[in-house]
Structures are given as C-alpha cells and as structure tokens.
C-alpha cells in the first residue's frame, strides 16, 4: 500500500484508506458527480483487501463525501444532485411538506475582513472579500435573511450576474455554484446558534417589527481538508418554522 505521509502509523488499515481516497477527491482525481473506481480497482491500486477499502467507503457515504447508487456504483457526491442539494438547510414547516427556498439576492459588493472574520475564514486580515446579501422565500414569504462573506482569493471573478444566472437557469445553491465554477466543494459546516432581535436591516427584509425575536445562525462551511471557503449569518424568522438537526 502507498503510504500518505500525514497518516499515524497507528491509524487502522481502512482510516488510512479513508484518507487516500479523501485525496484523491480533494485534489480533484474524481470529481463532484463523477464515479471512483471499484472496490476490487482500489483494493488493487492500494494493496489492501476489498473489505477494507468496503469500509473506507461505507465511513466516506456515511460522512457524505461519496453517494451509492444501486447497480451503477460509487459516485462523489454534489450539490447538483436534487437528492443532496440543501442538505446544510435545516429548517422545516411547523406544519405542511417541507420545501424549498427560493433566493432573491438583494446585495453585491466586495470588502474587506477585518480581524474576526479573517480569522473564521483562516486568511489576513484586510484581506479582500466578497459581501453577498439575500433573502430566502418559501412559498413568496421571506423567512431567512443571509449575510455572506467569501474570500476573494478562492473565488476570482465571481459576479452577481454569475451567481443569479446559475441559481436561476439551474434552481441550484450557491454551493454547487461553487463548485461547478470554481472546483470547490463544500463538505462540512460549523455553526454557532443564538437568540437575536429584528434591526433596521433584518426586520423590513423579513416583514417583521423592529426588535421582534429571531434566531440566529453563523456559519463557516469548508472545502475538503477543513479549507473555509464562506462565512455567513443567518436571521430566520421562526414565526413558521423551526431547526432541526439530527445528532448521532
């Protein structure tokens, strides 16, 4: 087996696996949508048995990185995939079938992080940034207010006409604009979830009273190898909706 040089030796033989196949994805050997090889193939190419690479690959599907599709094998997953595409969104109803957003972007710009925000997205501070603002509607109501910071040096010449044509021509998320344009892949988050109250900026985007109670999500989502690529501070008007999350 071809050793990776940040493995401990003391890893077990399928966590070692795990981290060569994480890899290859990360460095673009198969990309988002695109089938790896088989089991046999990559038992092969390691030197390990099948069920070894079995379980790499059982913990890989398990963490979301890699999707099984019956009869056709094993897939890297993506955000263009209307299976996975808002599996970062958790809200739901409190009553009727859940559904999905549809984004209405109300601000563009650039900036730059001072020294909170540099540190969230492991860059200087003073380095540039992208300023997006939107609003998610379901069924026209407007429910969450996002303010997002993306570091200019991973995302060269994006626009907001980039971003509005893809969300619009492909009823996609930012995070498959990401990564059909620019390679990246988001692959965890961090959040962090408090009370707030309505200012004069959240409470006239989300129709409600100054000062009315919201919740609050921040968020820093990575690429592969714990890259942050976006920032973002969620206000959600929860009058219909509530969080949900599932923790093992």
Not at 24 to 47: K, T, V
Not at 103 to 110: A, D, K, L, P, V
Not at 133 to 150: A, C, H, N, Q
Not at 169 to 184: D, M
């Amino acid at each position: 087996m071809k050793k990776d040089p940040a493995s401990a030796n003391f890893l077990p033989l399928y966590e070692q696996i795990k981290r060569l196949i994480t890899r290859g994805l990360a460095e673009g050997e198969w990309p988002p949508g695109e089938a790896i090889p088989s089991e046999m193939e990559l038992a092969r190419r390691y030197q390990v048995s099948q069920g070894t690479v079995r379980k790499a690959i059982d913990e890989l599907v398990k963490e979301n990185y890699l999707v099984r599709r019956q009869g056709k094998g094993t897939f890297v997953a993506t955000h263009a995939d209307d299976g996975t595409a808002y599996r970062f969104l958790h809200l739901f109803p409190l009553e009727g079938e859940r559904e999905y957003p549809h984004s209405r972007f109300i601000g563009f710009g650039r900036g730059k992080a001072d020294a909170p925000l540099a540190k969230r997205l492991s860059v200087r501070p003073g380095s540039g940034v992208v300023i997006l603002r939107r609003v998610l509607e379901f069924s026209g109501k407007p429910v969450v207010y996002d303010d997002i910071r993306l570091p200019v040096a991973l995302l060269k010449g994006i626009s907001s006409a980039m971003i509005e044509d893809h969300v619009n021509a492909h009823k996609g998320t930012l995070y498959s604009l990401y990564e059909t344009r620019y390679a990246i892949r988001i692959v965890s988050a961090q959040e962090r979830i408090c009370a707030a109250l309505a200012d004069e900026i959240s409470a006239p985007l989300l129709n409600v009273a100054i000062g009315s109670p919201l919740l609050c999500i921040e968020r820093v989502a990575f690429s592969y190898n714990l890259q942050p690529v976006e920032w973002r501070k969620s206000y959600i008007n929860t009058e219909n909706y509530y969080y949900f999350d599932e923790l093992n």
